[in-house]
C-alpha cells in the first residue's frame, strides 16, 4: 500500500496527482444509490452501497460535505492536500473535503454508508466543518462509542451474510436520524439560504448571498465556514466545479448549458483547473466509463441540496 501511495505522492508532486495513476475500470465495480426515508432526508443526500473485489482500487472522492461509512471489506487511505494520509477505519466518519482526495485500497473493497447534507452534519456532529474538514476518523472520535458499537455490529452481520448491504446502509441512516441533534433554528434557515444561492447560478455573487442572509457580512463569512467548511466564495468555486461537471458528464448539452459554462469560468484553462482541483479529472474524462465512483457522485441527484 505505501509503494502505491508514494508513488501518487510523486506525482502530486510532479503536478499530476490524482490524474497520473490508472483508476480502477467501471466494469469492476458495483454501486447502489439508496434514497433516504422522508424523514432523515433532510440530514442525507443518499445512502450508498459500493463494492470491488479486485485486489488494488484506485479511484478520487469528489469534494464533499462528508460521510458516516463502514468498510466491512478492504484496508487503504485517503491521500490529502498537505500529504496527510489517513487509514480507513472499519466504521468511518469522512469530515468535509475542501478538494479531491486520492483514495487506494487493497481490496475486496466494500463500503456502505450515508452522505450527509449540511445541515446533516450539523444535526449529527456538531463540529465546525472548517475546522475539522479533510480527515478520514474512526467514527467513535466523533460521535462516541455506541456509533462503533453499532458499525462493528453491521460489519459482522455483513460478512457473515446476515445482512445485506441496502439493509446496513438502511440502518446507517436510522442511526443518523436517532442522533441528529437540533440545529439552531436560524442558523438552519441560513443552511438553506445558502443551498438556494448555489443553486441558483453556476457563478453566484457573495453579494447576493449577504442581501438574502438577514446577517452581516462577516456573519456569512463566519456561518458558511462553519456549516459547509469554506468561505462564501470557496464554496461557491467548489459547487461552481462540482455542478459543471455534472454538465459535462452528459451525452449532450443544450446550448443554454453550454452559454451558463462559458460564462461561469475566465476561460478553458481556468474551468479545468477548478474541475481537477474539486472533482479529481479533468473535463475531458468526466465521461470516462471508467470512472464509476466520481460518475455516480457528481450526478444532480447527488447534488440535491442545491435547490435549483
Not at 92 to 113: C, K, R, W
Request: net charge negative.
Amino acid at each position: 500500500m505505501i509503494d502505491h501511495l508514494d508513488t501518487w505522492q510523486a506525482a502530486k508532486d510532479a503536478g499530476d496527482a490524482p490524474l497520473a495513476l490508472d483508476l480502477t475500470a467501471a466494469s469492476l465495480f458495483e454501486i447502489d444509490y439508496i434514497a433516504p426515508p422522508a424523514d432523515i432526508s433532510d440530514f442525507i443526500t443518499t445512502l450508498y452501497y459500493f463494492r470491488c473485489d479486485e485486489a488494488l482500487i484506485r479511484d478520487v472522492q469528489p469534494a464533499s460535505i462528508g460521510h458516516l461509512s463502514l468498510f466491512p471489506y478492504g484496508k487503504g487511505e485517503m491521500h490529502f492536500q498537505d500529504g496527510r494520509r489517513d487509514p480507513n477505519p472499519p466504521v468511518a466518519v469522512l469530515t468535509p473535503l475542501s478538494q479531491a482526495s486520492p483514495i487506494i485500497v487493497e481490496g475486496p473493497f466494500h463500503a456502505i454508508g450515508a452522505a450527509l447534507s449540511p445541515l446533516g452534519w450539523a444535526a449529527l456532529t456538531g463540529l465546525h466543518a472548517g475546522e475539522h474538514g479533510d480527515r478520514l476518523r474512526p467514527a467513535r472520535e466523533i460521535l462516541g462509542p455506541g456509533v462503533e458499537e453499532l458499525g462493528d455490529r453491521l460489519n459482522h452481520a455483513y460478512r457473515e451474510g446476515a445482512l445485506t448491504g441496502r439493509e446496513c446502509a438502511a440502518e446507517i441512516g436510522a442511526f443518523v436520524g436517532r442522533n441528529a441533534s437540533p440545529v439552531n433554528r436560524r442558523h438552519a434557515e441560513f443552511i438553506k439560504v445558502v443551498n438556494a444561492w448555489l443553486g441558483a447560478s453556476l457563478n453566484p455573487e457573495v453579494a447576493d448571498l449577504v442581501a438574502h442572509a438577514a446577517y452581516s457580512e462577516r456573519q456569512v463569512q463566519r456561518l458558511t465556514e462553519r456549516y459547509f467548511g469554506l468561505s462564501p466564495q470557496a464554496l461557491a468555486r467548489k459547487y461552481r466545479a462540482l455542478r459543471a461537471a455534472a454538465l459535462l458528464s452528459f451525452p449532450s448539452l443544450t446550448p443554454e448549458f453550454e452559454a451558463e459554462l462559458g460564462d461561469a469560468f475566465f476561460d478553458q484553462s481556468h474551468m479545468i483547473r477548478e474541475i481537477t482541483r474539486f472533482v479529481g479529472r479533468t473535463p475531458a474524462r468526466l465521461a470516462d466509463k471508467d470512472s464509476p465512483f466520481l460518475a455516480e457522485m457528481i450526478q444532480p441527484k447527488n447534488l440535491r441540496e442545491l435547490d435549483g
